[in-house]
């Protein structure tokens, strides 16, 4: 941008002296906003101005020389927020990139990725602001972090000892995929690369899935750093935080205080000046995509990041997603190999149980109840893996054939028991509830019977089958009261429970001392589902799941009923053979042209009758191929197609999926056709989202 050499330069003309900034706000528009200050404010300043008719505010992205709309029209800010720093270049740049990247206004980009106190007005201005969120917070003393005697620590194995050098002799810039088993002591070789950074005197940046599932995880770290730098030495930063503790501890982080940053996705939109190295733990994981507003992949932003700050990151998993192993197999990440357990234990035997032929009792089969039995009287835990919950996933007449079904949504309601003998309908996709009726409502028959089963439903039939086992159940159902999970964990690692049924939340990271068996019911439910990624979500649940066993002790077994043992994912599961999984998968993928040999966008669109989302996807298609014009060969473009469930909540769903085989094309098509979208949607009254590397079709 140029100075306009008709107008008067404001600088020289002895006019006040004005200053323009060009600020992000979170509001659904592209583009940023002008303002003007009569003294300098520099890129990164956060500063309040007013938008419409309310106070917002904004960060501070350019100062150009002059207003890209008529300089009289242009509104003076209304205060700096000066009491942080400015945010600094770096995370402008990650900021900037994920904007671009995942097509999404700056500010719907920068605002919300901030902590809420330093994003909204009313922390700053009326009564109860007291000199804003910063001078509250740091004011109000940190609660006390006892300090926790540490674990006993293990000496490294060799295999770990390996790969830790390697990590350490990392120079600059370098994904490094760290393919170890489950239970080949990833977390150990995680702790020692991350104390060389910190000897350093540099932060890291350990991310986790999902905060409440590991405590053991934090708690360890807690103890080892509390060792090495003082009980302040780690934040934590997870969606499930009060305002106040987020704020503290993205503080003390972005000020360098802290030197380990654990945390979720959000975490990866942390200032942290002194940033030596981040880790991705289970980088395989689908929480770490963000599945609304801006659709970031968190361990996508990861690589990203480390590559600007010239720092190496480090991926782990039993299971590496298809993406990163073909990356390490195209040389483009280092991989670092931990193919045995730490301890001196076997990876458990996996045993396909071909349940065609099989008289099922209840859904398990005669010998996954007796390998039940047989641990129960060893002492050990067992555990029973199903995932999905609640009673029953429907409700069914037997005289009319009449099913449950949410009113709002093209959905089955999935029976729960409550307390005793009362049962309600429960749509698990809008949340709807229901009082379970006694009699058809459509025949009036009293012939109403559950179909299939969930976990509160097999809880029952274990407890019939062994009356002394202490069974506990780990869902979301039991698990919905904050604290409640890290609760129930604890009391398993206690040794409280015998028994255990769970949904995915018990295959997560666990390290289960005495659990010998695991088995698995309805696995099949995934096999066929239209996703393409849906057998390698499949083979990696049932991998973690199954890693859960003998972990500690030799002897572990897995248990998995299925109809179809032939399934190459099955065969993989029985020999623990990842590779072998990843390369025959990749073949696939690559025949048929998916990722990751193609990049993909998603555009869905929601509306109250499904040919106006139809409609408007079928417009956008024409919209973007009249965009390519001659180049739209190197695009593919599907026909817009209703969602698998197609209504929730009285809104009915379509998509519209673009491909191709080239990153760049694809990005600079997205960057116009996403420009022209909000006027399409507007026009035909939808609403839509665009999302970048979809994870879920
Ligand atoms: N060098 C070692 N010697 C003995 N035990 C070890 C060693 N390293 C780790 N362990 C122990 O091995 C167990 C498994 O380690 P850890 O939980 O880190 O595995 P993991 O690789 O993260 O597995 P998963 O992918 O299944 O979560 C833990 O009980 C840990 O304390
Ligand atoms: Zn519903």
């Not at 149980?353 to 060893?378: K, Y």
Request: net charge neutral; charged share 20%; hydrophobic share 45%.
């Amino acid at each position: 941008m140029t100075i306009n050499e008709h107008e008067p330069d404001v600088f020289e003309a002895g006019v006040a002296t004005v200053c323009w900034l060009r600020v992000a706000l979170d509001v659904p528009l592209p583009g940023l906003f002008d303002y003007s200050s009569d003294h300098a404010v520099a890129v990164g300043t956060r500063v309040i101005v007013s938008f419409g008719r309310r106070n917002m505010v904004g960060i501070v992205v350019e100062t150009p020389h002059a207003p890209t709309i008529d300089a009289s029209r242009v509104k003076a800010i209304a205060q700096v927020l000066d009491d942080l720093p400015p945010l600094p270049a770096d995370w402008m740049r990650l900021a900037k990139f994920a904007s671009q990247y995942y097509q999404r206004p700056l500010g719907e980009v920068m605002l919300p990725a901030l902590p809420a106190g330093l994003r909204k007005v009313a922390a700053y201005q009326g009564k109860r602001a007291a000199g804003g969120p910063v001078h509250r917070i740091d004011k109000r003393a940190a609660s006390v972090v006892e300090a926790i005697a540490a674990d006993h620590i293990p000496p490294l194995n060799a295999q770990q000892a390996d790969a830790v050098r390697i990590i350490n002799e990392q120079r600059g810039h370098q994904t490094l995929l760290l393919h170890g088993v489950t239970g080949s002591g990833k977390t150990e070789v995680y702790m020692h690369a991350a104390q060389a950074v910190l000897a350093q005197g540099l932060q890291v940046l350990l991310m986790v899935p999902e905060i409440n599932l590991t405590p053991q995880l934090e708690h360890s770290l807690r103890a080892r750093l509390a060792a090495l730098a003082g009980v302040d030495a780690l934040a934590v930063l997870h969606s499930g935080l009060a305002e106040g503790e987020r704020l503290r501890a993205w503080l003390s982080v972005q000020r360098g205080h802290a030197q380990v940053l654990l945390g979720t996705r959000l975490a990866i939109f942390t200032p942290m000046p002194k940033l030596g190295l981040i880790i991705v733990d289970e980088e395989h994981d689908a929480s770490y995509k963000q599945q609304d507003g801006l659709r970031y992949s968190a361990r996508d932003l990861a690589v990203w990041r480390a590559h600007d700050r010239q720092v190496p990151v480090i991926l782990g998993s039993a299971t590496p997603s298809l993406e990163s192993w073909y990356h390490t197999e195209r040389g483009h990440y280092l991989k670092l190999s931990l193919p045995h357990r730490a301890r001196p234990v076997d990876l458990p035997v996996v045993k396909l149980v071909d349940t065609r032929r099989l008289a099922l009792q209840q859904g398990f089969s005669p010998q996954l109840l007796e390998a039940i039995g047989e641990r129960l009287d060893r002492g050990e835990q067992a555990l029973v893996f199903l995932n999905r919950r609640g009673y029953a996933p429907v409700l069914n007449c037997g005289s009319c054939g009449w099913v449950s079904q949410c009113p709002r949504c093209s959905a089955y309601t999935v029976l729960h028991r409550g307390g005793g003998r009362n049962y309600r309908l429960q749509c698990h996709h809008c949340g709807h509830q229901e009082q379970a009726p006694r009699a058809c409502p459509e025949c009036g028959d009293q012939d109403l019977h559950p179909m299939g089963r969930g976990t509160q439903r097999v809880e029952e039939h274990l407890a019939q089958w062994f009356p002394k086992a202490r069974i506990a159940r780990i869902d979301a159902d039991s698990t919905r009261l904050k604290g409640s999970a890290a609760a129930l964990f604890a009391r398993v690692h206690a040794g409280e429970f015998d028994l255990l049924v769970g949904t995915q939340m018990v295959a997560k990271g666990h390290d289960f001392a005495n659990l010998g068996l695991v088995g698995v019911l309805n696995a099949d439910a995934m096999l066929f589902a239209q996703d393409f990624r849906a057998p390698e979500r499949l083979f990696a649940q049932l991998m973690q799941v199954a890693g859960r066993a003998g972990r500690h002790v030799q002897g572990g077994q897995v248990i998995i009923q299925t109809d179809y043992p032939e399934q190459p994912v099955y065969q993989a599961l029985v020999r623990h053979d990842y590779a072998g999984f990843a390369q025959y998968s990749l073949a696939e993928r690559e025949s048929i042209g998916l990722p990751p040999y193609a990049f993909q966008a998603l555009l869905t669109a929601e509306a109250r009758e499904l040919n106006q989302a139809l409609a408007f996807l079928a417009q956008a298609r024409t919209l973007l191929q009249e965009q390519a014009g001659a180049d739209a060969s190197g695009l593919t473009l599907y026909d817009p197609v209703p969602l698998r469930v197609v209504r929730v909540a009285d809104i009915e769903r379509a998509q519209l999926l673009v491909e191709s085989r080239r990153r760049p094309v694809l990005q600079v098509f997205l960057a116009q056709w996403s420009a022209a979208l909000p006027a399409l949607a507007a026009q035909a009254r939808v609403r839509y989202q665009l999302e970048v590397d979809p994870l879920e079709i």
